[in-house]
C-alpha cells in the first residue's frame, strides 16, 4: 500500500519520503521509479518534514514505526492498517473500537483519519489511470479533525476515488470490517483482486 499510494501521491506532485522497510535499497527503488519528488528516508526524517505520513504497516508494526518516526504532534497521519492478527485471518480489534481510534489513542497529539483501507493495492493504478472518468470509485473516510479530514479528501482525489466522509472516527470500527469484506471479494471470489466500490446516492 504504501509503495503504490506513495508513487500515486508522487505523480499527483507530491513531495514524498519513502520510509520503513527491512531493506533501504527497496525504498530507493521506489522513489526511483515513482519520479518526481520522491526520496527515501528513515521514518523520523519522513515525519519531521511530511505534513501528512500515511501509516501503511501491519498492526504488528505500529509501535515500533511509531517510535522510530518520533514527535508526531500536529501530523496528519493517515492511517489504511487495518488491526489484524498474526496471519491476517481475523480482526483483532472491533466493536467497541477500531484500529484507527487505538491508533488515535497512542498518538494524542496528531490528526488521525482513516482512508484506503477498503480498497485492494491491485486496484490502485487502475483507479488513478482512471481518474479523469465521470464515475470515478468510492473511498471511504473518516476522522475527528477537520482540517485533517479536508486534507485526506485531497489525497483521496489525487488517487483518482471519490472520497465519501463517513464521519467521525469511532466510524472506523465499521469500515475496518468492510475493508475485510472488499478483500473476501478481491482475494477469495472469482475475478482477481482489481476491485473498488462506488457508493450512489438515490433520489434527493
Ligand atoms: N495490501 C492491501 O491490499 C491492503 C488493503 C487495505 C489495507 N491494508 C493494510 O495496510 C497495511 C500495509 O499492508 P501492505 O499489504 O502494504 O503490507 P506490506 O506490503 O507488508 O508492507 C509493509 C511495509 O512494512 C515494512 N516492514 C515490515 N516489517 C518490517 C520490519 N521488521 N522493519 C522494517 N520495516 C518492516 C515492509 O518492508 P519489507 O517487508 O520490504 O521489509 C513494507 O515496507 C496493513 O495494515 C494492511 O492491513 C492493506
Known sequence: MGGKLGTLFARAGHEV???????LE???????????KARAGTPREAAQEAHALLLAVHWSRVD????QAGDLA??????CSLPMNADDTALVIGGESSGAEELARKIPSARVV???NTVPSEVLFDVYAGRRKAARPSLVYCGDDRRGKIAAARLIRDVGFEPVDAGPLRIARYTEPFGLLVAQLAY???G?????????RLGK
Open 188 to 190: 477469495e471470489r472469482k
Open 114 to 116: 482513516a482512508a484506503f
Open 74 to 79: 500536529g501530523k496528519l497521519v493517515v492511517t
Open 64 to 67: 515500533d514505526v511509531l517510535a
Open 26 to 36: 527497496k525504498l530507493k527503488r521506489l522513489a526511483r521509479k515513482a519520479g518526481g
Open 192 to 200: 482477481g483482486p482489481r476491485v473498488a466500490y462506488r457508493f450512489e
Open 17 to 23: 519520503v519513502f520510509s520503513y522497510a527491512r531493506s
